[in-house]
């Protein structure tokens, strides 16, 4: 069942924005349609996030982290009623505190 304090809208750091068409444009180049269903995995996980926003874990103050399933990616948000607010797409196997700078 959805939390019910609000029907949240998702916004993206400018940065976020641009890891996911980087990445997506990636995945593209390597495999036609492959660009495709990272776009499309992001999406289903943000529904996700909307749906269920306190269901995630905190691993940053009040910064949550949702991890993409078969791609290597972990989406980190805040919730700021009624938004939730993606700060960024990151690859897992970068520094895990790099997206921190963005706080």
Do not use: C, T
Not at 8 to 13: D, G, L, M, N, R
Not at 43 to 59: C, D, G, M, T, W
Not at 77 to 103: E, T
């Amino acid at each position: 069942m959805p939390d019910k304090e609000f029907e949240p809208k998702i916004e993206f750091h400018a940065q976020a924005r641009e890891e996911l068409a980087e990445s997506s444009e990636w995945y593209e180049d390597r495999k036609s349609g492959l660009g495709e269903e990272f776009l499309n995995e992001v999406e289903s996980k943000l529904q996700k996030i909307a749906i269920r926003p306190n269901s995630f874990a905190v691993v940053h103050n009040d910064v949550r982290q949702a991890s993409l399933i078969r791609f290597p990616y972990l989406i980190y948000y805040v919730i700021k009623s009624p938004v939730i607010f993606i700060i960024s797409i990151w690859h897992k196997k970068r520094n895990r505190d790099g997206w921190k700078n963005r706080l």
